[in-house]
Nanobody, 123 residues
């Protein structure tokens, strides 16, 4: 199994930046792809970004493309989501998730999840 813990959320004004971290333990981290998702109360869980086990093929939702950057440091067993030019509509609980080798957009395909971290963007 893989255990994941998110950190780095908080309150920021519109136009500001945050970097979320996802620390992994358990099975070999570099054999697992990583995805980022977010959820607003009353709304469906939404894909944000993903990256493959080897750091290749980063993918983004249209709503965050050119503002967010997904990356990972396998030596530190940690994934990152750099969020720039934040907007109030980015406010949500953000989750990281892991699955074998390749990442994807479907939350149902991920077997391992972190506890979530709150991101609030004020106008």
């Amino acid at each position: 199994q893989v255990q994941l813990v998110e950190s780095g959320g908080g309150l920021v004004q519109a136009g500001g930046s945050l970097r979320l971290s996802c620390a992994a333990s358990g099975r070999t981290f570099d054999n697992y792809g990583m995805g980022w998702f977010r959820q607003i109360p009353g709304k469906e869980r939404e894909f944000v970004a993903a990256i493959n086990f080897n750091g290749g093929d980063p993918r983004y939702a249209d709503s965050v493309k050119d503002r967010f950057t997904v990356s990972r440091d396998n030596a530190k067993r940690t994934g990152y989501l750099q969020m720039n030019s934040l907007k109030p509509e980015d406010t949500a609980v953000y989750y990281c998730a892991a699955r074998r080798l390749w990442a994807g957009r479907d939350p149902g395909s991920y077997g391992y999840w972190g506890q979530g971290t709150q991101v609030t963007v004020s106008s």
